[in-house]
């Protein structure tokens, strides 16, 4: 009787454990950005939170907005990217591209600045940052040199063969090229006065166009430049790391430059690129990013400390100041700028 007890109960746990629902499988989703101290904070401080809310896996390629803009365009059809995170310029090109899927949080589009929300809600910013003008603030004290104020004295004749400033290849070129037109008269519509000005006033006192982080850096550690056209984010960076860097937005504006995030259309595992896109503008992850990295938040609802708001852009009134470019414009004519640069400037 016991034995025949026993039988019925081993077989019950047989047909329990059948039934029983098996363990969800972990979701992959592949996350295009940045390298150096991006990739940091992001492998840190905020991929691990997302995979264990959402039980997925995130892997992450390391590159330029170029390089994955690149990656986008090869894989046309058969994407594995899911999210691509990208300079604002590129980002426009990725989705008239049609690269780019609406957002699907609208909880989350909304909190953002409208500036902030790219075609049509097709990309998210997020992180503001501004393109200015970095300088060794120990080698202009020592020489007792004036901190630089406006673009154009980027060509003052002391300045020679001390300066640098990243390639067209890079948006911080793109970004040089349209102020130098603006302040001389023109815009991106009227480029002419850009490339004048760039080549006959900036370009003798250019050591080296350097669109390398890395190379830049070293460049300032060995003193082999006083100062470079470069972005908030990467001046925060090194003073972080301890050298003396100042930087300055000049009279004339300094130039917004925006991470901007995207889900990839046909990607795998749609949703989980939204969640993540979610997750990216989200209050903590910004405020994260703002103390990390040096980038204001897009997200309006983030609350910041006094010492780390006073170092990023932040509030409805800092980001109205930045100076937005025309992208549509340069990005329509980018190909024939890159030539005539190659041409003309860095020749």
């Not at 852009?313 to 800092?318: A, D, T």
Request: glycine share 10%; hydrophobic share 40%.
């Amino acid at each position: 009787m016991v034995r025949r007890l026993l039988l019925a109960a081993v077989a019950a746990i047989g047909i329990t454990g059948g039934l029983a629902a098996p363990a969800r499988a972990q979701q992959r989703l592949v996350v295009a950005a940045y390298g150096g101290s991006y990739e940091s904070i992001m492998r840190q401080s905020v991929i691990p939170a997302f995979e264990r809310s959402n039980n997925a896996r995130v892997d992450y390629l390391a590159g330029n907005s170029s390089d994955s803009l690149a990656r986008l365009q090869a894989q046309r059809g058969r994407q594995e990217v899911g999210v691509a995170v990208l300079d604002d310029g590129p980002m426009t090109q990725a989705i008239s591209l049609g690269f780019c899927q609406k957002a699907a949080d609208q909880a989350a589009v909304a909190s953002l600045y409208p500036v902030a929300v790219m075609g049509e809600g097709r990309a998210l910013g997020t992180g503001f940052g501004y393109t200015g003008i970095a300088y060794n603030t120990k080698v202009f004290r020592e020489r007792n040199l004036p901190v630089p104020a406006s673009w154009m004295d980027l060509a003052r004749p002391e300045f020679r063969r001390r300066l640098a400033i990243p390639g067209i290849d890079n948006t911080y070129g793109l970004h040089i090229l349209s102020m130098m037109a603006r302040v001389n008269g023109g815009s991106e519509t009227s480029i002419d006065p850009g490339f004048r000005a760039m080549r006959e006033r900036i370009n003798p006192n250019v050591l080296a166009y350097e669109s390398s982080p890395g190379k830049m850096s070293e460049m300032f550690q060995s003193g082999e430049i006083w100062l470079a056209v470069w972005g908030s984010s990467r001046a925060a960076a090194m003073v972080e790391a301890g050298f003396p860097m100042g930087f300055v937005r000049p009279r004339e504006g300094g130039v917004v430059l925006m991470t901007a995030a995207c889900a990839v259309e046909g990607a795998p595992n749609p949703d989980l690129a939204q969640k993540f896109l979610a997750h990216l503008v989200s209050a903590e992850v910004q405020a994260t990013f703002s103390r990390q990295y040096g980038s204001g938040p897009t997200n309006r609802n983030t609350q910041l400390p006094p010492d780390v708001a006073g170092k990023v852009i932040y509030g409805e009134e800092q980001v109205r100041e930045l100076v937005s470019l025309d992208w549509n414009t340069i990005n329509a004519n980018r190909t024939e700028w890159t030539r005539r640069w190659q041409r003309e400037v860095e020749r």
